[in-house]
């Protein structure tokens, strides 16, 4: 079988667009989940919760074109900061709302196999109590939403803490989701600390992170958050990484563990099956 490398959180936007795919195909990567971008990537000021149908099914487009080039899967993300951009203008609470009936029409794509699971949060940068209070009622209903529907949930939240992450794990489990269904996005290589958490690690694959974390165990994830902006070039990480990492993984003899990553533990998180694409 051939080697199955999988990058868990990458982006396609308006630099190197479906190119930045053929540069992981050519790295030998096989597997991509694409996440979609926050509404102002996509000129779009939503109003009510319908008007991110307009953003997930331009992105779902996006994730067909790209399953041309490798096998790639849709995650649609109301991604934490639109409660700052669509706050601004509406009042948070309005904006809260929004979000929270995005994140359930992003479920029915979801429920009709269009993508494979959904993006939550909590903002990253500070916020007021009120905010911060709203966003963790939203990341709780989209939790919810992935309860009832059995799907992962990728999320987007402050640096890692381990108090942090404890707190999301228990806001999980008061919505009854499974915390293995709880992706943290943009994780630190923690693996034995994410054990204990619960939630489940897509760890960022720079500076050692991914040797590190199999050094840990081999309960995670790996990723480069790709941003392909061009005013950003190489962020996150460059498309490439994630390869490079893996074969690494290989090279130094822990092969079993870069399955586990690129193909178990993928399959068990999102429930779904990673075949070869050839
Ligand atoms: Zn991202």
Same mark, same amino acid.
């Given at each position: 079988?051939?080697?199955?490398?999988?990058?868990?959180?990458?982006?396609?936007?308006?630099?190197?667009?479906?190119?930045?795919?053929?540069?992981?195909?050519?790295?030998?990567?096989?597997?991509?989940?694409?996440?979609?971008?926050?509404?102002?990537?996509?000129?779009?000021?939503?109003?009510?919760?319908?008007?991110?149908?307009?953003?997930?099914?331009?992105?779902?487009?996006?994730?067909?074109?790209?399953?041309?080039?490798?096998?790639?899967?849709?995650?649609? %993300?109301?991604?934490?900061?639109?409660?700052?951009?669509?706050?601004?203008?509406?009042?948070?609470?309005?904006?809260?709302?929004?979000?929270?009936?995005?994140?359930?029409?992003?479920?029915?794509?979801?429920?009709?196999?269009?993508?494979?699971?959904?993006?939550?949060?909590?903002?990253?940068?500070?916020?007021?109590?009120?905010?911060?209070?709203?966003?963790?009622?939203?990341?709780?209903?989209?939790?919810?939403? %992935?309860?009832?529907?059995?799907?992962?949930?990728?999320?987007?939240?402050?640096?890692?803490?381990?108090?942090?992450?404890?707190?999301?794990?228990?806001?999980?489990?008061?919505?009854?989701?499974?915390?293995?269904?709880?992706?943290?996005?943009?994780?630190?290589?923690?693996?034995?600390?994410?054990?204990?958490?619960?939630?489940?690690?897509?760890?960022?694959?720079?500076?050692?992170?991914?040797?590190?974390? %199999?050094?840990?165990?081999?309960?995670?994830?790996?990723?480069?958050?790709?941003?392909?902006?061009?005013?950003?070039?190489? %962020?996150?990480?460059?498309?490439?990484?994630?390869?490079?990492?893996?074969?690494?993984?290989?090279?130094?003899?822990?092969?079993?563990?870069?399955?586990?990553?690129?193909?178990?533990?993928?399959?068990?998180?999102?429930?779904?099956?990673?075949?070869?694409?050839?």
């Amino acid at each position: 079988m051939e080697r199955i490398i999988t990058d868990n959180h990458m982006h396609l936007y308006n630099h190197l667009k479906l190119r930045a795919l053929k540069q992981f195909r050519d790295a030998g990567g096989t597997h991509v989940f694409l996440v979609s971008l926050l509404s102002t990537h996509y000129e779009v000021f939503p109003k009510k919760g319908e008007d991110f149908k307009v953003i997930f099914d331009k992105h779902i487009k996006l994730v067909e074109r790209a399953n041309e080039i490798v096998r790639a899967f849709a995650v649609l %993300a109301v991604h934490p900061a639109e409660i700052t951009i669509l706050g601004e203008k509406l009042g948070y609470t309005k904006a809260a709302e929004i979000m929270k009936d995005a994140l359930e029409i992003a479920g029915k794509y979801v429920e009709k196999g269009k993508a494979v699971a959904i993006k939550s949060g909590r903002p990253h940068y500070r916020v007021s109590k009120e905010v911060w209070n709203l966003s963790n009622e939203v990341m709780e209903y989209a939790f919810s939403v %992935a309860k009832q529907i059995g799907c992962a949930v990728q999320i987007h939240t402050e640096s890692y803490s381990f108090r942090g992450m404890k707190e999301i794990a228990g806001i999980a489990k008061k919505a009854g989701l499974r915390q293995d269904k709880v992706v943290k996005h943009f994780s630190p290589p923690a693996v034995k600390e994410f054990e204990e958490i619960g939630l489940f690690p897509s760890v960022i694959a720079g500076n050692g992170n991914v040797i590190n974390a %199999a050094e840990e165990g081999d309960r995670f994830l790996v990723e480069t958050d790709y941003i392909d902006d061009k005013n950003r070039p190489g %962020a996150i990480l460059g498309p490439k990484t994630v390869p490079k990492r893996i074969k690494e993984l290989y090279e130094k003899g822990y092969e079993d563990i870069a399955r586990k990553v690129c193909v178990e533990n993928i399959e068990k998180v999102y429930g779904i099956e990673i075949t070869d694409t050839e």
